[in-house]
């Protein structure tokens, strides 16, 4: 069983930064890696960034260059720092983890870009 906590979303304003952090519980991060995806308004979930176990990332092509996924293993934290926000940015984000067949999904943060 895996508990993720998001916070760190609200209201920027376009071209500003925020930084999302996911506090997990319950497992060790470093051993599976994570994702953020996040939802807008009326469209599907989508993928947004991933690091591995092996600290290899992954980005969305939308968001290269202005955000950064990292960790801390000993908090047992994962993070997401977005600058270069972008009104099209706003959704709400979700931390998510795979531990074999199953998994798990924090509650979600909304961050919201004012143009």
């Known amino acids: 069983q895996v508990q993720l906590v998001e916070s760190g979303g609200g209201l920027v304003q376009a071209g500003g930064s925020v930084r999302l952090s996911c506090a997990a519980s319950g497992r060790t991060l470093n051993s599976y890696g994570v994702n953020w995806f996040r939802q807008a308004p009326g469209k599907e979930r989508e993928f947004v960034a991933a690091?591995?176990?092996?600290?290899?990332?992954y980005y969305v092509d939308s968001v290269k260059g202005r955000f950064t996924i990292s960790g801390d293993n000993a908090k047992n934290m994962a993070y997401l720092q977005m600058n270069g926000q972008k009104p099209e940015d706003t959704a709400v984000y979700y931390c998510?983890?795979?531990?074999?067949?199953?998994?798990?999904w924090g509650q979600g943060t909304q961050v919201t870009v004012s143009a």
């Open positions: 690091i591995g176990w092996n600290d290899i990332t």
């Open positions: 998510h983890v795979e531990v074999g067949s199953l998994r798990y």
